[in-house]
């Protein structure tokens, strides 16, 4: 009998600690819910030559920055029901969701437009104010270690009464702040644009393949510069002793750059990583799945992409490994176009300041202008990003801020869509 219960008992701890296991070991989950501008719709491609099931910004957020995330779309929802045809709000449809509390990062994008639009008139902000607050409670019930974020990109199409929609942004932003929300302050700008035929379909409110993509950038960015979900951190008691001494890292960075375009073909050089033994190439045409296409063993440092199409944009994205095949350093991803296109590829970046002198806990600007292969072209929704090759000196934001953090030195590059670039020398005292 004793033997029995002992015996029990036994399989009683190890399942539990089998459970444990399972449990720490789990990947961190984000959830991306957002409006009418997460939904997936029919337009033309880059090319323009034919239609397609068009990337939304989730999609771009998985793919580019966290695979495992469940995407919810839900087209006219907001905090509020629009009107009695919509039956879906952010807090019913999170009500569905399975809670897990693995998920780190709940994303919450737009929403505005369709609070505003609510039958008899937009909904009071005490009416929002009450719904944010109940969605808050639900997250966090079903989720408890979620960050949640939101951002209100749509904003950006409004003409006649932006002064007012920015106000009602900022006051979105406030409350969710004083819930303990992140709000992605600035992110709201990325489709602000005189244009709307640019990066919108003729409705003039949804986006079509340019906007999406930009919307898609921008929210990746702004995601990156958060780093790692608060409740992903494990805190320790060594964070109560004295700071030792600051070890400062450089990261390894690639930087593949274009440097020759032909009507079918496209040259990629990029610097050499150290303890790099190979590099593999991805890439393919971009609408397309990204697929390796290649690889160059060290110290070769370049490779001549053939027999592609004119007038076509295509992406790439580099990849470094040691003799172990281990990842050293990837890169960003590149998109270039060939000749007998209506768009133009950047040729050139310039900074407006080559040196930055610092010191730790203080912050400058740098800014960086990109000159076109053909000027007067329209371009491709492009945006200069900012690399720091050691964080623990200085951080850069995607605005191109610098934070000096520790003394020493840094680079920061300044890297267009194509893969050129400027650098920014860093000194920090």
């Not at 449809?93 to 919450?108: C, G, I, M, Q």
């Not at 409670?137 to 079903?142: A, E, T, W, Y």
């Not at 644009?193 to 898609?216: A, C, E, M, S, T």
Request: hydrophobic share 35%; proline share 4%.
């Amino acid at each position: 009998m004793k033997r029995t219960i002992s015996l029990t008992v036994f399989l009683m701890i190890m399942l539990c600690m089998l459970t444990c296991f399972s449990v720490s070991a789990a990947e961190e989950k984000w959830i991306l819910m957002g409006d009418s501008y997460a939904s997936r719709l029919k337009g033309k491609n880059f090319e323009g030559d034919r239609e397609q099931l068009l990337f939304a910004w989730p999609d771009y957020v998985t793919d580019r920055l966290h695979k495992k995330s469940l995407i919810v779309r839900l087209p006219g929802t907001g905090f509020c029901k629009p009107d009695p045809t919509h039956n879906e709000t952010f807090y019913s449809a999170a009500s569905k969701l399975t809670a897990d509390k693995n998920v780190t990062r709940f994303v919450l994008v737009g929403g505005i437009g369709n609070d505003l639009r609510c039958t008899g008139g937009p909904a009071s902000r005490k009416q929002i104010e009450t719904a944010m607050s109940a969605f808050h409670k639900l997250v966090k019930s079903k989720f408890p270690n979620a960050q949640i974020v939101i951002s209100m990109p749509n904003w950006g199409i409004a003409t006649a009464r932006q002064s007012y929609i920015k106000s009602r942004v900022n006051w979105y932003y406030t409350k969710a702040e004083a819930l303990g929300w992140k709000a992605l302050r600035g992110s709201e700008n990325v489709l602000r644009v005189k244009n709307l035929k640019k990066f919108f379909f003729d409705d003039g409110i949804h986006p079509n393949v340019y906007g999406q993509w930009r919307l898609g950038q921008v929210l990746t960015k702004y995601l990156k510069e958060l780093g790692e979900a608060p409740a992903a951190k494990k805190i320790t008691s060594e964070e109560t002793k004295p700071a030792a001494q600051t070890v400062i890292k450089k990261n390894p960075v690639i930087l593949p750059r274009m440097t020759k375009v032909t009507s079918d073909s496209i040259t990629l050089r990029w610097n050499a990583v150290e303890g790099a033994v190979k590099y593999c190439i991805y890439g393919n045409k971009f609408n397309s799945a990204t697929k390796k296409i290649g690889m160059v063993l060290a110290p070769e440092t370049g490779s001549v992409r053939k027999n592609l199409s004119s007038g076509t944009y295509y992406k790439f994205r580099v990849e470094a490994y040691d003799k172990g095949n281990k990842l050293l350093a990837k890169s960003r991803e590149l998109h270039i176009v060939t000749p007998k296109s209506k768009y133009t590829n950047c040729k050139k970046v310039t900074v407006n300041k080559t040196s930055l002198s610092l010191q730790a806990g203080k912050s400058g600007t740098i800014s960086a202008t990109e000159t076109m292969s053909v000027p007067g072209n329209p371009t491709f929704p492009s945006s200069v990003v900012y690399i720091s090759d050691t964080p623990a000196v200085a951080t850069v934001s995607a605005s191109g801020v610098v934070k000096g953090l520790n003394k020493g030195k840094c680079k920061i590059y300044a890297v267009a869509q194509t893969g050129v670039y400027a650098v920014v020398n860093i000194v920090v005292s």
